[in-house]
């Protein structure tokens, strides 16, 4: 029989995927090459029909003979927008498709040259509560840090620290191990139980939800391609979790939480842990739990997927140990390379095969840690340059100085080239940059041991010693470790499960058990005013008014930032002191220096040269209406006055104040008068008296000053008639 997938139009959906189950055995029926599954008339199979861009459905269909069609009608989801303007530079856990962790960034490689930006703390300890590892964003121009903590997702300003927008996740991330995922404008964060939580990547609004039937810790990084997300799941050493893949459509968009379908599910004893998926067009490469307890089971696993359909193209069952790193792919040497926590580094090919793919040349070598035991890794290989990159664990995992180190294998002679030695074993990946053009590569690792350290390695082909590193004493003993680059201190010294990762500028992002979220960068060589305020000139008692000020901060690595909008400056009233005014760049905390972690870092300040004049004496004006308060002024001697306005009642007339062209050296009193209009004898109401006097000055028997003319013109037209007279006296009587 065959399932046939089309839109709402009956125009055939060729990306559209149905998978099909039998419900009696409960196990997905394949179909062949030609796309026929094998039914059988009478029974019942269960399908779920997805693809990219339509509103999945799930249902079952009882089959009455077994050469039967399934129609299937999907119909298209609404279109959005979401995260429009958004764009980032570290995605996922590796940064990019390949999962190497590889930048061109001048990230500092002296720890003199390095200081803790800033630190926020978001979540609480290392359980359900903990701080998540990040990612970068950045929307409108302004660079964003992504992270969760408890059931909330947050997003951070990159150069402050500061929480700018949170949203709300439908529980927890478990214990906080893993990175958000972007992607085609959204968020998507792995939730416990299984679950699988979108959002919109610019305002962090919920848009989907998505829960796995198997359940689960989401211990796995999430990867993003071409509109699908790839993902697995952890329950036990023995019991069996879910590989998954969905499509990131919200076919539901005036919903927030509505429950998503997944395109397949692939099932495997022992699932999926710290598992990332390496996966392109044709195929997708994952590592498995061995499904035992212990670490040495020779029973770990690599499959090798069809992304669009789940189906097995080819799988290894015979790794020793849990495979619990992300799968990274070498563009030189067209290899795959993963490690095992049975303390194996492994590499792969896949190759082309009857037309599907096939794993090949499997190779390891065993690590080492000096001290015995398994030397277990759970760490994504950095490679580069014929150089590989991992973090080894030691005798006891969390026992410090007990030969945990950062391997450096060569690839060419498939060896050990060296190790370096660390305090904590550094169970997370390691990130490299190749912007020094020194002929070496610069690598960094966290040490999952209280404080955290940060460390740095250099290194070449041909080297086989560590080239920088640290004296480091316990109990009267003496370590060689690598280069700390780092220490967190105080409030923010505890183990470190994150990977760092890092920005255009080289800044170092990373968590801890803190709960902290932390920026490690260049420090500062120098605050340049590119552009002075508008005002440079003030009295004494002013505040600063920044107005059209720019602000640049130039690092040590040679990097420049516009930090206009963060620059810190006093809003203080000024003093005659406050000549050289002082612009700070914010949120710098302390630094390793001398040796002597937790260090406070004073950068150097930008200073604006301001005229602070004396302040002048004042005087005040005090204006009056009828001998009544009505308002005042302060002007300094010399300056132009001028008066408030009045607005009288209708019915009264206004006559101003006389107010001088400019203040004199004293304080004055100006009055005005204000009249009914119409009191001829200025009684202050209308009466018969008004309108006889009105009378005869218009018949010219009494002469009229200036002041009356205003008063007694009733009727505007500019002259005193019998007719204002009478006006008053109908007013008078109260006739009108």
């Known amino acids: 029989g065959q399932f046939i997938i089309k839109d709402q139009y009956g125009t055939p959906l060729p990306n559209a995927v149905a998978v099909v189950y039998d419900t009696k055995i409960s196990e997905r029926i394949l179909p062949d090459s030609q796309g026929v599954y094998p039914l059988v008339a009478g029974s019942t199979y269960r399908y779920t029909a997805t693809c990219r861009g339509y509103v999945g459905c799930q249902d079952q269909v009882t089959v009455s003979e077994n050469a039967c069609t399934v129609q299937i009608a999907l119909s298209k989801a609404p279109s959005t927008s979401y995260g429009m303007g958004v764009t980032s530079d570290w995605p996922n856990f590796r940064g990019d498709e390949t999962n190497n962790g590889i930048i061109s960034a001048k990230t500092p490689i002296q720890a003199e040259n390095a200081m803790l930006s800033w630190a926020t703390k978001l979540g609480e300890s290392y359980g359900s509560g903990a701080t998540g590892c990040p990612i970068l964003i950045t929307e409108g121009g302004w660079d964003y840090v992504i992270s969760y903590a408890g059931s909330s997702i947050v997003k951070l300003d990159a150069l402050s620290g500061k929480v700018v927008a949170t949203g709300n996740m439908k529980t927890n991330s478990s214990f906080a191990i893993n990175s958000p995922t972007y992607g085609g404008g959204m968020i998507f964060v792995g939730l416990a139980g299984g679950g699988i939580q979108a959002f919109d990547a610019r305002t962090l609004k919920s848009l989907w939800y998505y829960k796995d039937a198997l359940g689960g810790q989401p211990n796995s990084p999430i990867t993003y391609h071409d509109g699908y997300l790839y993902t697995g799941f952890w329950n036990s050493e023995e019991q069996t979790a879910n590989f998954v893949c969905l499509t990131a459509t919200d076919e539901v968009p005036s919903g927030d939480d509505e429950t998503k379908l997944p395109v397949w599910t692939c099932p495997v004893k022992g699932g999926f842990y710290w598992a990332g998926a390496y996966v392109q067009e044709n195929f997708l490469l994952v590592g498995t739990d061995d499904g035992g307890g212990g670490y040495t089971t020779p029973s770990g696993g690599l499959l090798c997927l069809d992304p669009r359909t789940g189906v097995e193209l080819d799988s290894m069952h015979d790794l020793v140990g849990d495979v619990r790193s992300t799968v990274a792919y070498d563009k030189v040497t067209d ?46 290989p950095v490679v580069y340059n014929g150089r590989a990159y991992i973090g080894v664990s030691g005798t006891g995992q969390f026992t410090q100085y007990s030969g945990h180190n950062i391997t450096v294998i060569d690839l060419e002679s498939w060896s050990i080239a060296y190790r370096v030695t660390t305090q904590g074993y550094p169970q997370t990946s390691g990130m490299l940059t190749t912007a020094y053009d020194d002929g070496y590569a610069y690598v960094y690792f966290f040490d999952n041991y209280t404080p955290g350290k940060l460390r740095v390695l250099k290194d070449a082909p041909g080297v086989t010693a560590p080239l920088l590193t640290t004296k480091e004493t316990l109990k009267g003993n003496a370590y060689f470790t690598g280069k700390v680059l780092f220490t967190p201190n105080g409030s923010q010294a505890q183990y470190a499960i994150c990977s760092p990762i890092c920005d255009q500028y080289g800044n170092i992002y990373f968590k801890n058990d803190s709960a902290y979220l932390m920026a490690v960068g260049s420090v500062v060589d120098r605050i340049e005013i590119a552009k002075l305020p508008d005002k ?25 930032r516009d930090i206009t909008a963060y620059a810190v400056y006093s809003t203080a009233p000024l003093t005659s002191d406050d000549n050289m005014f002082i612009i700070s760049h914010p949120s710098l905390m302390y630094q390793n220096r001398d040796g002597v972690p937790g260090t406070e870092y004073h950068a150097p300040d930008g200073v604006i040269n301001l005229v602070i004049n004396a302040a002048q004496p004042t005087f005040t004006v005090t204006y009056t209406v009828n001998g009544e308060f009505y308002a005042e002024q302060t002007y300094a001697a010399g300056d132009a006055v001028n008066a408030p306005e009045y607005n009288p009642e209708e019915g009264f007339v206004f006559f101003g104040w006389d107010v001088p062209e400019t203040m004199p050296a004293e304080n004055i009193t100006i009055d005005a008068a204000l009249m009914l209009r119409g009191d001829a004898n200025g009684s202050g109401s209308l009466d018969t008296a008004d309108s006889l006097l009105m009378l005869r000055i218009a018949l010219g028997i009494i002469p009229a000053n200036e002041t009356e003319r205003i008063i007694c013109d009733m009727d505007g037209d500019g002259a005193i008639t019998s007719i204002d007279a009478l006006l008053v006296f109908r007013k008078a009587m109260g006739i009108e």
């Open 335 to 380: 290899r795959y390379y993963f490690t095992s926590k049975g303390g194996y580094f492994y590499s792969v090919r896949v190759e082309e095969k009857d037309g599907g793919y096939q794993l090949a040349d499997l190779k390891g070598i065993k690590l080492e840690n000096g001290s015995g035991g398994t030397a277990m890794s759970t760490s994504t």
């Open 536 to 560: 440079t000139v003030y009295t004494i008692g002013e505040t600063f008014d920044p107005t059209g000020m720019q602000v640049l901060a130039h690092y040590a690595n040679g990097t420049v």
